[in-house]
């Protein structure tokens, strides 16, 4: 008799028949996957999926998840009849901004080891001959892309799941969970109650009225998106049988939001080129499923809405002209605030998982990814982007999540630099200091709904001041976007003066009670039985050791602890591992407070005008915290800095933070004080070789191989999480390093992601880029082979050009600590 878990899976689409398929090769046999619709076309989004899989994406993780769908369908197969059918893919540009877009997708897919080629445009018609060479510049051609038949592989996991015990019941709706002390005990079904110790949401569109049930906030909107079949292309005839479908490679047209796929002598045209349509769930059609017409997925063709798009799909593919759209339809699927899946477990009900707003092409992944985390508690590619905890309050609002989700439809293809913030919503979160930023030009961009300034136009002037070792290169055109010289000019002064930043859009939690150095203690690798006022830089591990964040955890009284973290994620890791005998309290308190970071040499000329506290080196060492008045404003200060200056963190409650901003910026005039942004702030960080989580090490990577052993204390008493895998780990022994490079040719700067090649070889990637004012070149730090140490030549590719670069010694400004201990 079986003893591992109960698991009922809601939704028999590509997602819940991944999973069953993949928990249960994992020996977990007590499966029971339920749908409302009949089986095997339950009428989800599956049923009548086109299936094309481009793998490509900006995400490592996105991309992994999609490249583990094409290895797993192409190895299954219905009777002989594929499951994926590897075509290739191609996507092709009709102007020249696209064509460099093109470049930087190679550049990505190389990254994350997918062969891919920039081709031009005779190749481009020598792969796919339909079409018009004269639209095109060039095109990505990408060989193990293809096309996923997804109700089919819907059928063949479903069988091999069912061979190893599981079971699918059709036509069967979830109309409640089943929970008892904080769990579920069962889902809810006309028929009875099904017992279960795991329930994983699988229900695709449906998935926000799933986490109604248990109350769990589900940032998806459902949206309808045009899909037609045209009828028989003369030139196309003869090229495939009923079997195989299709020969030519899928085809992408981004530059007018259209992508195509052959079924035998026809095609098949995807829009993205209409309005945005949200689907409300209460007007879709319930019917049997078996019948297309009756589908709830499948909404009435608009054809009005794809006018546009007939005509300039048949510019790029005359071949059309000999041909009408023979059916269509509105097909409703999922879209996020950030276009990414929704993966995790409520918060409330202790075994309510979800898997939803995950296309076919990562479905394999996103499948395997859950059963790792429900067998093994971790998935092996890192998840955090696909986090269903990832967003904060604000962001879970349907208003919110609409608009975003809307503009993610309309966006879809286009070309987006990394910086480009939303234009809408904005003015979300800001912080108390918005008003004089505001006054001094600041030029804001967002992240995590929050208004960030990245420099000042008011510091314009200072460029002109520039000594000739600090003024900057000219940039390249996307180098230059969401950019200003004047950066040069605040880091300048941040080195050679004293600025302000602001800090508080960065996560504080505060952690207290009986209870709280316990928890810290287990969950983080540094000692947190420190004295009073003691600061510690310290990572979170995952069991197998893998960085799950980096924290500043500062101790402001016995029981009393400000945590600097890196999100959401970190407060509900924080919250679920907290004992539940509530002897610790856990407490988001980033919005009720602010904080300025002063840095500078002069940083302390200027507070110690403003305060009777004791400022000094003895008053008040590096990396430590003590509470003070500055100005009459109370603060907590703590003596650490992202850029490498003596300075504070500057910590007050949201009410005082713009007379805390007034009173410094008064005091500090005749020290050259300036207000300075995240454009000089990202550039100082490097300088210093400060590691951005999230950026440059996640969970895939160890401490040692991230370039912070050092934030891991071996000799501490108390046991922590993540010890035991590091045992025999070190600085020597990893085969992978996060590397500082510099730029050669003192100019290029580089965006992130670019892949670094090692004897011409693809042989790691870029994780941050920016111009080291300081040093007067670019620096971009990557992940490398151990054997390229320093003194290494490497190449990045960058759009299509190779930039020489070197592996440096780091950090590469003020490696004594002079500066910061100042
Ligand atoms: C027109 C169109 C074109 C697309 N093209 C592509 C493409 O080319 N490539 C690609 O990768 N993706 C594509 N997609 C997206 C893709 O189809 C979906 O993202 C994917 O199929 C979602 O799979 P799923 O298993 O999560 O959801 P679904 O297939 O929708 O399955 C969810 C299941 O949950 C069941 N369910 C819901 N509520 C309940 C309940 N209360 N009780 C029991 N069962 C319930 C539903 O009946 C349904 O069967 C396209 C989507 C559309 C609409």
Redesign the pocket.
């Known amino acids: 008799m079986s003893t591992t878990p109960r698991v009922v899976i ?8 991944n999973l069953a398929d993949e928990l249960t090769a994992r020996g977990w046999d007590r499966v029971t996957v ?4 009949p089986l095997p076309l ?13 793998q490509t994406n900006a995400s490592k993780t996105m991309t992994a998840l999609a490249s583990y769908t094409v290895e797993k369908l192409k190895g299954i197969d219905v009777d002989g009849a594929w499951c994926f059918n590897q075509v290739g893919g191609l996507e092709v540009a009709t102007t020249p901004e696209r064509l460099a877009d093109l470049h930087r997708k190679q550049g990505w897919a190389t990254s994350w080891g997918v062969e891919a080629q920039v081709v031009d445009a005779e190749e481009c018609v020598r792969l796919h001959p339909l079409v018009d060479r004269d639209r095109i510049l060039g095109g990505l051609h990408i060989p193990s892309d293809g096309l ?1 038949k ?1 109700s089919r592989a819907v059928v063949a996991l479903a069988r091999r799941a069912e061979a190893r015990g599981a079971r699918f019941q059709g036509s ?4 409640g969970i089943e929970q008892a002390g904080g769990r579920v005990t069962g889902v809810r ?1 006309p028929d009875g109650v099904i017992p279960a110790d795991l329930v994983v ?6 998935g926000v ?2 986490g109604a049930m248990v109350g769990m906030d589900v940032p998806l909107l459902p949206l ?4 037609v079949w045209t009828g028989q292309v003369p030139d196309l005839v003869g090229r495939n049988d009923e079997l195989s479908e299709a020969s030519l490679p ?1 085809l992408r047209h981004q530059d007018q939001d259209l ?1 195509y ?1 052959e079924r035998v002598d026809c095609l098949g045209i ?1 829009s993205y080129a209409h309005r945005p349509m949200p689907v409300d769930l209460r007007e879709l059609p319930q019917g049997d ?1 078996v019948r297309e017409s009756s589908m ?2 499948m909404l009435p063709f608009t054809e009005e809405d794809f006018a546009p798009a007939w005509e300039q799909s048949q510019l790029l593919l005359p071949s059309l002209r000999a041909t009408k759209i023979d059916n269509g ?6 879209f996020t605030p950030d276009g990414g899946p929704l993966i995790g477990e409520s918060r409330d009900v202790a075994g309510f998982w979800i ?9 394999a992944g996103v499948g395997r990814a859950v059963a790792q985390l429900l067998v093994d508690g971790r998935s092996e590619i890192d998840l955090h982007g696909c986090d269903v905890h990832r967003f904060e309050d604000v962001q879970l609002a349907p208003e919110y999540v609409s608009e975003t989700s809307q503009q993610n439809f309309v966006e879809i293809y286009d070309v987006i630099h990394p910086l480009q913030p939303r234009l809408s919503p904005r003015n979300l979160r800001v912080s108390p200091f918005q008003a004089r930023q505001q006054e001094l030009g600041a030029v804001f961009l967002e992240a995590a709904g929050w208004e960030r300034p990245h420099w000042y136009e008011a510091n314009a002037p200072l460029v002109e001041e520039l000594p000739t070792e600090w003024v900057p290169p000219e940039r390249d055109a996307w180098s230059a976007q969401f950019h200003s010289p004047i950066a040069a000019a605040e880091a300048w002064r941040t080195r050679t003066a004293v600025a302000m930043y602001d800090m508080t859009p960065l996560k504080r939690l505060e952690v207290s009670g009986p209870g709280a150095l316990g928890l810290l203690q287990r969950l983080t690798t540094g000692e947190m039985d420190k004295s009073v006022g003691a600061v510690t830089y310290a990572l979170a591990l995952d069991e197998a050791g893998g960085i799950r964040s980096d924290l500043t955890v500062a101790r402001l009284g016995e029981q009393l602890f400000q945590v600097g973290a890196n999100g959401p994620l970190d407060h509900d890791y924080l919250q679920r591992q907290a004992p539940a005998d509530g002897s610790v309290q856990i407490r988001d308190i980033t919005g009720g407070t602010c904080c300025i970071g002063l840095w500078g040499p002069r940083a302390r000329d200027l507070v110690q005008r403003l305060s009777a506290d004791d400022f000094s080196n003895d008053g008040l060492k590096y990396f430590r915290a003590k509470r003070a008045r500055i100005g009459g404003v109370p603060v907590t200060a703590m003596r650490l800095s992202y850029v490498g200056e003596l300075g504070w963190e500057l910590y007050t409650s949201a009410d005082n933070g713009q007379r805390l901003w007034d009173v410094l910026w008064a005091a500090g005039q005749d020290l050259g004080v300036i207000a300075a942004g995240r454009a000089a702030f990202n550039s100082l960080r490097l300088e210093k070789g400060y590691r951005a989580w999230g950026h440059d090490m996640t969970t895939e990577h160890n401490p040692y191989e991230a370039g912070l052993g050092f934030a891991v204390r071996t000799q501490k008493k108390a046991d922590f999480v993540g010890r035991q895998a590091l045992a025999g780990i070190g600085d020597d022994t990893v085969s992978r390093r996060l590397s500082c490079l510099t730029i050669d040719d003192g100019r290029s700067v580089v965006l992130g992601h670019e892949p670094v090649l090692v004897d011409g070889h693809p042989a790691g990637y870029v994780t941050s880029a920016a111009f080291g004012h300081t040093v007067g070149r670019p620096i971009a730090y990557a992940w490398l082979p151990a054997s390229a140490t320093v003194g290494t030549e490497v190449e990045i590719e960058y759009f299509g050009t190779r930039i020489p670069a070197t592996v440096a010694t780091e950090p590469l400004v003020d490696p004594e600590m002079t500066r910061l201990r100042g």
């Open positions: 809601i939704g028999a689409g590509i997602v819940g028949a339920v749908d409302q619709g339950t009428g989800g989004s599956t049923s009548h999926a086109p299936g094309l899989v481009f996923a997804a069967t709706r979830v109309t079904t949401s699988c229900a695709g569109f449906w009225e799933l309808a998106h045009q899909f899928i992508y796929r995807g499923g709830p997925s339809f509105n097909g409703v699927f999922s898997a939803e707003a995950v296309w076919v092409t990562h479905s």
